[in-house]
């Protein structure tokens, strides 16, 4: 089985800076899809990110933007110009290429400081 | 495009009553769409995985006789919680596969009084 770890119960970071979660997962597969969900408030999941491992190159998405680091099984998701809209707990999910199910890290709180 | 939607947001139910959840995908087919439950300030809990005219896989542990689940079409699953009891009180979510992704609705509340 497929495990996700995020080490990271909470963080904070202050109004336009930048801060990095952290993502490890455990896989004897070479071809997987990784991902980031936001969940505010509302508790709505929202796809922040989506990688690809095939693809050396970093996804991006505006003010998101990961560091795949495929041989260390390591996905970090880092919010740049932070805002106060981006609170909210972030999960980290795996999945095979061949199987829509998602494994979930326990997530991580972000708190943003005005 | 790619929304999910769920009915009812929040309910609130007598212990021993059935109450039905519904999920539907509005702009895209989905054969497969998935159940959570979710607790407060923890991860998401896979339920069961539902499949369009077939039964839906269940996740070790979880009863499939109190968790029905029906997928009769491309587009909508329901989730029947049957004979309530407050432990199965708790936030349900539904998703919907499409384009290498799941897409989540806004989740129900249940509440079993």
């Known amino acids: 089985a497929q495990t996700v770890t995020q080490s990271q119960p909470e963080m904070s970071v202050q109004e336009a800076e930048t801060v990095t979660l952290s993502c490890t997962y455990d896989?004897?597969?070479?071809?997987?899809?990784l991902f980031w969900y936001k969940q505010p408030p509302s508790r709505q999941m929202i796809l922040v990110i989506r990688q690809e491992a095939y693809k050396q190159q970093n996804a991006t998405e505006n003010r998101f933007s990961v560091n795949f680091q495929k041989a260390a099984k390591s996905f970090s998701l880092k919010i740049s110009d932070s805002q106060l809209g981006d609170a909210a707990m972030y999960f980290c999910a795996y999945r095979l290429i061949n199987d829509y199910k998602l494994s979930f890290g326990a997530g991580t709180t972000v708190t943003v400081r005005a | 495009g790619a929304v999910v939607s769920q009915h009812p947001s929040w309910v609130i139910c007598k212990s021993g009553t059935s109450v039905k959840i519904e999920c539907r995908s509005l702009?895209?087919?989905?054969?497969?769409m998935f159940w959570y439950r979710q607790f407060p300030k923890q991860s998401l809990m896979l339920m069961a995985t539902s499949n369009e005219g077939s039964k839906a896989t269940y996740e070790q542990g979880v009863e499939k006789d109190k968790f029905l689940i029906n997928h009769a079409s491309l587009t909508l699953s329901t989730l029947t919680v049957t004979s309530a009891h407050p432990e199965d009180s708790s936030f349900y979510i539904c998703?919907?596969?499409?384009?290498?992704?799941?897409?989540f609705g806004p989740g129900t509340r249940l509440t079993v009084l």
């Open positions: 702009d895209f087919q989905a054969t497969t």
């Open positions: 896989t004897s597969e070479s071809d997987y899809y």
């Open positions: 998703s919907a596969s499409g384009s290498h992704t799941q897409y």
